[in-house]
Protein backbone atom coordinates (compact mmCIF):
# COMPACT_ATOMS: atom_id res chain seq x y z
CA UNK A 1 0.00 0.00 0.00
CA UNK A 2 1.42 4.00 -1.46
CA UNK A 3 2.48 5.99 1.69
CA UNK A 4 -0.40 8.47 0.05
CA UNK A 5 -2.75 5.73 0.59
CA UNK A 6 -2.23 5.18 3.91
CA UNK A 7 -1.99 8.85 5.17
CA UNK A 8 -5.22 9.53 3.88
CA UNK A 9 -7.34 6.52 5.38
CA UNK A 10 -5.65 7.66 8.51
CA UNK A 11 -6.38 11.66 8.02
CA UNK A 12 -10.22 10.12 6.65
CA UNK A 13 -10.40 7.63 10.24
CA UNK A 14 -9.26 10.64 12.60
CA UNK A 15 -12.24 12.84 11.27
CA UNK A 16 -14.67 10.34 11.57
CA UNK A 17 -13.00 9.25 14.57
CA UNK A 18 -13.50 12.77 16.53
CA UNK A 19 -16.74 13.71 15.58
CA UNK A 20 -18.43 10.32 16.91
CA UNK A 21 -20.59 10.68 19.51
CA UNK A 22 -18.58 8.52 21.93
CA UNK A 23 -15.51 10.21 21.34
CA UNK A 24 -17.36 13.67 21.80
CA UNK A 25 -18.57 12.82 25.08
CA UNK A 26 -14.83 11.28 26.16
CA UNK A 27 -13.72 14.22 25.07
CA UNK A 28 -16.11 16.45 27.01
CA UNK A 29 -15.41 14.96 29.90
CA UNK A 30 -11.68 15.63 29.79
CA UNK A 31 -12.41 19.33 29.08
CA UNK A 32 -14.66 19.55 31.76
CA UNK A 33 -11.80 18.97 34.35
CA UNK A 34 -10.91 22.12 34.47
CA UNK A 35 -12.43 25.36 36.00
CA UNK A 36 -14.21 26.37 32.47
CA UNK A 37 -17.04 23.95 31.81
CA UNK A 38 -18.42 23.17 28.34
CA UNK A 39 -21.40 21.94 26.94
CA UNK A 40 -21.62 18.47 24.46
CA UNK A 41 -22.38 20.12 22.13
CA UNK A 42 -19.38 23.16 22.40
CA UNK A 43 -17.33 20.46 22.29
CA UNK A 44 -19.06 18.54 19.07
CA UNK A 45 -18.83 22.33 17.81
CA UNK A 46 -15.12 22.40 18.25
CA UNK A 47 -14.05 19.13 17.28
CA UNK A 48 -15.86 19.99 13.70
CA UNK A 49 -14.09 22.72 13.21
CA UNK A 50 -11.18 21.10 12.52
CA UNK A 51 -12.72 19.72 8.91
CA UNK A 52 -12.93 22.55 7.22
CA UNK A 53 -9.39 24.04 8.84
CA UNK A 54 -7.52 20.68 7.78
CA UNK A 55 -6.49 21.96 4.15
CA UNK A 56 -5.54 25.23 5.86
CA UNK A 57 -3.40 24.26 8.23
CA UNK A 58 0.44 24.07 7.21
CA UNK A 59 1.56 20.58 6.50
CA UNK A 60 4.08 20.89 9.80
CA UNK A 61 0.49 22.07 12.29
CA UNK A 62 -0.85 18.56 10.15
CA UNK A 63 1.62 16.55 11.18
CA UNK A 64 2.06 17.81 14.88
CA UNK A 65 -2.22 17.16 15.16
CA UNK A 66 -1.42 13.50 13.96
CA UNK A 67 1.33 12.89 16.07
CA UNK A 68 -0.65 14.31 19.15
CA UNK A 69 -3.77 12.14 18.05
CA UNK A 70 -1.96 8.84 16.51
CA UNK A 71 -0.22 6.81 19.06
CA UNK A 72 0.50 3.89 16.09
CA UNK A 73 -0.75 2.67 12.68
CA UNK A 74 -0.73 -1.05 12.28
CA UNK A 75 -0.57 -2.45 8.36
CA UNK A 76 -2.78 -5.55 8.91
CA UNK A 77 -3.54 -7.81 5.64
CA UNK A 78 -7.26 -7.38 5.99
CA UNK A 79 -6.64 -3.88 6.62
CA UNK A 80 -5.11 -0.56 8.71
CA UNK A 81 -5.70 -0.30 12.68
CA UNK A 82 -5.53 3.14 14.15
CA UNK A 83 -4.48 3.01 17.84
CA UNK A 84 -5.06 6.99 19.31
CA UNK A 85 -3.64 8.91 21.81
CA UNK A 86 -5.87 9.13 24.68
CA UNK A 87 -3.93 11.92 26.13
CA UNK A 88 -3.96 13.61 22.77
CA UNK A 89 -7.47 14.13 22.86
CA UNK A 90 -7.36 15.53 25.79
CA UNK A 91 -4.16 17.90 25.09
CA UNK A 92 -6.52 18.65 21.84
CA UNK A 93 -9.24 19.76 23.96
CA UNK A 94 -6.85 22.08 26.43
CA UNK A 95 -5.80 23.59 22.61
CA UNK A 96 -9.48 24.05 21.38
CA UNK A 97 -10.00 25.64 24.52
CA UNK A 98 -7.26 28.22 24.47
CA UNK A 99 -8.63 29.09 20.89
CA UNK A 100 -11.69 29.86 22.32
CA UNK A 101 -11.07 32.15 25.08
CA UNK A 102 -8.46 34.01 22.62
CA UNK A 103 -11.34 34.52 20.84
Known amino acids: MAAGTIENVVLNQIREI???PEMV???WRAANRGE?????REISEA??????????LFPGEQSRLVQLLVARVE??????EILLRG????SL??????????A
Open 18 to 20: IQA
Open 25 to 27: AKT
Open 36 to 40: KKFTE
Open 47 to 56: LKILEPVWGE
Open 75 to 80: IKTNGI
Open 87 to 90: EGLD
Open 93 to 102: VWELRDTEEV
